[in-house]
């Protein structure tokens, strides 16, 4: 979604050369120590709840209205929202247990009304402030679309909120797709807690790296079975980097376009053949377009290792997260072809990919915002997934 202002848009869609590869440094020079390990309990145990807020229709409204909203056409808040912040047991990027938080949203309701459970997953950010659970602000997403009808879960990953000072696992599958299920289990125990009622139906979106977590949590939803595949309904991943070879060859042929002379040294997928100075080099371009002088959360750096290394079968074993399965719910996939940070190839590979696996209701929109980038997509976006998931959702 596109917005005029740099530091609303980092919460919601900042991925790319400067975010694609923000999974390749650090944060600050004094990061937050490590926190402890959560008690022996099993994976989406749920540990603590805490009231934040609750935001009227009326502030929802006002907020969209501003220039620097998400939304700000097409879609019109109808109940109050109250939202908690949880912390649960999920694992980091070795399996190990990890104490991670989220924020649950949910529509004030009549008394016994129930409501469909949305999970969102958010955008790359390079903030622990900027974490679902640190920020419930009534222009943010996961309230918006709970004053839509949805109680929204919203969780902050692994590196945010509760679990700041570990390592981000950014674009590796498993965690990405854990922190998600685990949030899920973690607030069905809360909402059974606190009465309130769902409807049996559970749907997924996400922009950017939201996107990627999204694909990678129904993947693991899909393959798992159990209650949480019973109600899947359908999945709205935007302007993700699904295919993380094909993102990372788009990124690497994008610094031999900005530098020819250093291109000539090298060719994409024979980078472990280059020269030691050439591949410090290329390294160092790609990280030094990553992390901002702000930035306060670390990021692993995994996947850029193994494609420095020519790793394709690591690449795709642990980190892509469109091989090895086909969708039983629908995918509604979402992306801009002129997109500079995420490309559109990334897209149309998972399209292809998962259609070939047999996936039998799955597409890809694209937008058509003007300049089709990434970032100028995401109001399009917001607004596309309110409609396609709008027409399974019941109890609105």
């Known amino acids: 979604m596109s917005f005029p202002h740099p530091t609303r848009l980092a ?18 020079d004094d990061p937050a120590p490590p926190p402890p390990p959560p008690p022996a309990q099993t994976a989406g ?37 109250r939202s908690w912040r949880i912390t649960y047991v999920s694992s980091d990027k070795h399996g190990a247990p990890v104490t991670a938080s989220g ?6 309701k009549a008394a016994g009304a129930r409501s469909p459970v949305l999970s969102y997953q958010h955008a790359t950010t390079f903030r622990d402030d900027q974490a679902p659970g640190n920020k419930v602000e009534p222009v943010e997403p996961p309230i918006v679309l709970a004053s839509l009808g949805y109680v929204v879960v919203s ?31 973690a607030a069905q125990s809360w909402r059974q807690q606190n009465a309130v009622a769902d409807n049996g139906q559970l749907f997924l979106a996400g922009y950017s790296e939201g996107g990627y977590v999204t694909l990678a949590a129904q993947r693991a939803i899909e393959q798992a079975g159990g209650t949480l595949r ?22 690497v ?25 050439v591949r410090q080099e290329l390294r160092r371009l790609l990280l030094r377009q990553m992390i901002p002088d702000d930035a306060d959360v670390r990021y692993q750096t995994l996947f850029l290792d193994r494609y420095m290394a020519d790793d394709q079968a690591a690449i795709a074993a ?25 490309p ?53």
């Open 11 to 28: 919460a919601w869609a900042t991925l790319g050369l400067a975010a694609t590869l923000s999974a390749c440094g650090g944060g600050n």
């Open 45 to 81: 145990s749920l540990l603590s709840s805490t009231p934040v807020n609750t935001l009227t229709p009326e502030q929802i409204t006002q907020a969209m209205a501003d220039p620097d909203s998400k939304v700000q056409s097409g879609v019109a808040p109808r109940y109050a929202v």
């Open 103 to 108: 924020l649950i949203s949910v529509p004030l």
């Open 155 to 185: 969780p902050d990953y692994v590196g945010f909120g509760a679990a700041k000072g570990l390592e981000h696992p950014y674009l590796t599958a498993a965690p990405s797709a854990a922190v998600v299920v685990d949030m899920l289990h």
């Open 230 to 251: 019973q109600q899947l309904q359908a999945s709205v991943p935007g302007g993700g980097p699904y295919d993380v070879q094909a993102t990372m060859d788009a990124q």
């Open 253 to 277: 042929e994008a610094v031999r376009e900005r530098n020819s002379t250093l291109g000539k040294l090298f060719e994409p997928h024979r980078l472990s053949k280059a020269p030691e100075w």
């Open 318 to 342: 642990e980190h892509s997260v469109h091989l090895g399965w086909a969708p039983g719910v629908p995918v509604y996939l979402f992306h801009g072809r002129d997109d500079l940070t995420v």
């Open 344 to 396: 559109y190839a990334a897209a149309t590979s998972a399209l292809r990919t998962l259609q070939a696996a047999g996936a039998r209701d799955i597409s890809l929109t694209d937008c058509t915002t003007p300049d089709y980038g990434h970032l100028k997509c995401v109001p399009e976006y917001f607004r596309f997934a309110v409609e396609r998931m709008g027409r399974l959702a019941r109890d609105l």
